[in-house]
C-alpha cells in the first residue's frame, strides 16, 4: 500500500522515490520527538535507548530494507572492539580500519556514474560516529590534564552497553543525514539534563519550528529552481555551445542552487535534535538559552559571506568540527601544518567516496583556502588596499566578491557532484580550466607579491 502512495508523490513532486522517502524520514523525526517529550521523558534510560534504536532501525528499514544489516554489523563490532580491546591505540587503529574499510567497500560495490540514495549515504554519518566513539572511550583513560577542553568534554569514563551504543548510532535525530554529536552528548540527552528546566522537557517547541521553516524554505527554492539548473545540463552540447560568460554564470547559479539541497536536510533534521533537547547548549553571556549544539549550518553566514572560508566554516558544521577534533589536530605530531591539512583534506574525499571527482574538489579547496589567506594577509600589508577595503567603494567591492566568491565555489563543487574524470574534465574543458589557472598562478605568485610589498612598507616606516 505505501509503495504506490510513495511512487504517485515522488512522480507529483518530480523527485525520485528515495529522495521521496529520504525526506519524509527526516520528517518523521518530529513526531519521534514529540513521544519522546510528551511520554518518555521520565522514563529509565533503557526504555529511552530502545526507543531511539527501533525509531532508528525502522526509518532505516523504510528507505533501506533488508540492507539495514550493515549497520548492525558496523555498531556490533565497534561495541566489541570497546570491550574486548580496551582503552588502547591498538582499539583506536582497528575502529578506523575496520569501520573506513567497510565503508569504502559499501562504496565500491554499489558505486554508479550517479549520485544514488542508498545504504551507504547514512552510514558515512555513522562511520564518523564510532571511529569518534573509540576516540572518545580512549580519551576517558587518560588524565584530564593530557586532553584539551573539547577532549574533556566528550571523553567516555566508562564502557557504554550495547544498548546504549545502539540508542546513541540510531537516534532518529542524526542516523540518516546527520549531524554528529558525542555518546556523551546522548548520553545527557537520555539523563533529562540537556533542557532549560530542570525535571522538564525543554522549552525548545519554537526554536525548533524556527529551523523547520527555514529548511522547508530552502528545500522550496532547491525544488523549483533546481530542475532548471541540473547537473546533466553541464554534459549537454548546447552548454558547450554557450558563450564563455554564459557557461560561468551557470556554473555560479547552479552551485548556489544544488547547496540547499544539503542545506535544507540538514536545517530540518537540526530542527529535529532542538525538538528532542539534543540541540540544547546552555545560555550565552547574556543569559539566553541557546540551541546550537546540533547546529550544522551557520545560514545567514553561509548567505552573506564574500570569503570561502566563511562558507566552509558555515557549512556542515559538526562534520567539520569532527574531523577538525579527531583527523586534524591529532596530525600534530607531523610537525606541519600544512602537511595536516592536507591530511584532513584527503580524509575527507576518500570519506566521501572513490570518485576522482571527490579528489579534485577537496584539492581546489586546500588551494582556494590558502590562496584566499594569502590575499587576506596582502590587504593587510598594504596601506593602499587596506584603504581601498574601508573605503565608501566597499559596497561594490563586496557585490564584486560575492560574485567571483559563488563562481569558485561552484568550479570545484563541479567535479564534486559529476564524480568521474571524463565528465568533470569535458566541463573543465569547456571553460579552458579558467579556476585552475587562476588559483594555482596566485599561489605560486602572491608570496612573492607579499614578500616584495612588505619591505617597501617598513622602509616607508622608517
Same mark, same amino acid.
Given at each position: ?18 529522495? =521521496? ?27 529511552? #535507548? ?72 547514512? #552510514? ?43 540508542? $546513541? ?10 549531524? @554528529? ?23 525548545? =517547541? ?35 555551445? @554557450? ?49 546550537? !549544539? ?29 574531523? !577538525? ?50 590575499? @587576506? ?6 596601506? =593602499? ?47 579552458? $580550466? ?29
Amino acid at each position: 500500500m505505501a509503495a504506490p502512495l510513495l511512487e504517485k508523490l515522488s512522480e507529483s513532486l518530480g523527485s525520485p522515490e528515495p529522495a =521521496v522517502r529520504l525526506i519524509l524520514s527526516v520528517l518523521i523525526g518530529y513526531p519521534c520527538a514529540l513521544v519522546y517529550r510528551r511520554f518518555l521523558f521520565h522514563q529509565p534510560v533503557t526504555v529511552l #535507548h530502545l526507543f531511539h534504536t527501533l525509531s532508528g532501525l525502522a526509518l532505516a528499514a523504510f528507505n533501506f530494507g533488508s540492507q539495514i544489516y550493515h549497520s548492525a554489523v558496523c555498531v556490533l563490532v565497534q561495541f566489541l572492539m570497546l570491550r574486548l580491546m580496551g582503552r588502547t591505540v591498538t582499539a583506536v587503529l582497528s575502529s578506523f580500519i575496520f569501520q573506513m574499510v567497510y565503508l569504502l567497500a559499501g562504496y565500491y560495490f554499489t558505486a554508479t556514474e550517479e549520485y544514488d540514495i542508498k545504504w551507504t549515504m547514512p #552510514h558515512c554519518v555513522l562511520t564518523l560516529k564510532l571511529i569518534g566513539l573509540s576516540f572518545d572511550y580512549y580519551d576517558g583513560g587518560k588524565e584530564p590534564s593530557q586532553l584539551n577542553a573539547e577532549q574533556q568534554r566528550a571523553a567516555l569514563p566508562t564502557v557504554p552497553s550495547l544498548l546504549e551504543v545502539c540508542g $546513541f548510532s540510531y537516534f532518529y535525530g542524526g542516523f540518516l543525514v546527520g549531524p @554528529q554529536f558525542t555518546l556523551r552528548s546522548y548520553q545527557s540527552l537520555v539523563a533529562g539534563q540537556l533542557t532549560d528546566s530542570p525535571g522538564k522537557p525543554p522549552n525548545s =517547541v519554537m526554536p525548533a519550528m524556527q529551523r523547520f521553516g527555514l529548511g522547508l524554505l530552502c528545500l522550496t527554492i532547491y525544488a523549483i529552481f533546481s530542475p532548471h539548473l541540473s547537473d546533466s545540463y553541464f554534459l549537454t552540447d548546447e552548454y558547450g555551445a @554557450q558563450p564563455f560568460w554564459y557557461r560561468c554564470v551557470f556554473i555560479m547559479l547552479w552551485a548556489k542552487v544544488i547547496l540547499y539541497k544539503y542545506v535544507s536536510c540538514w536545517v530540518i533534521a537540526e530542527g529535529v535534535c532542538i525538538l528532542s533537547g539534543l540541540g540544547y547548549n546552555g545560555v550565552d553571556e547574556n543569559g539566553n538559552h541557546r540551541w546550537d !549544539a546540533c547546529a550544522n549550518m551557520k545560514v545567514w553566514l553561509f548567505e552573506t559571506t564574500p570569503l570561502f572560508t566563511g562558507t566552509i566554516s558555515s557549512f556542515n558544521i559538526n562534520t567539520n568540527a569532527w574531523v !577538525a577534533r579527531h583527523v586534524f589536530k591529532r596530525l600534530k605530531f607531523l610537525g606541519n601544518k600544512i602537511l595536516s591539512q592536507l591530511a584532513t583534506l584527503l580524509f575527507l574525499a576518500i570519506w566521501h567516496g572513490l570518485h576522482s571527482g571527490y579528489i579534485i574538489c577537496f584539492s581546489m579547496e586546500f588551494i582556494i583556502v590558502n590562496v584566499e589567506k594569502q590575499v @587576506q594577509a596582502l590587504v593587510k600589508d598594504s596601506p =593602499v588596499l587596506t584603504k581601498l577595503a574601508n573605503s565608501p567603494f566597499y559596497p561594490l567591492i563586496y557585490v564584486v566578491q560575492q560574485l567571483f566568491h559563488w563562481l569558485f565555489m561552484g568550479y570545484p563543487l563541479v567535479a564534486f557532484c559529476l564524480f568521474t574524470y571524463d565528465k568533470w574534465l569535458k566541463v573543465y574543458s569547456s571553460i579552458y $580550466f579558467c579556476g585552475h589557472l587562476f588559483f594555482f598562478t596566485a599561489f605560486m605568485v602572491l608570496p612573492y607579491l607579499r614578500k616584495a610589498l612588505v619591505p617597501k612598507r617598513e622602509k616607508k616606516q622608517d
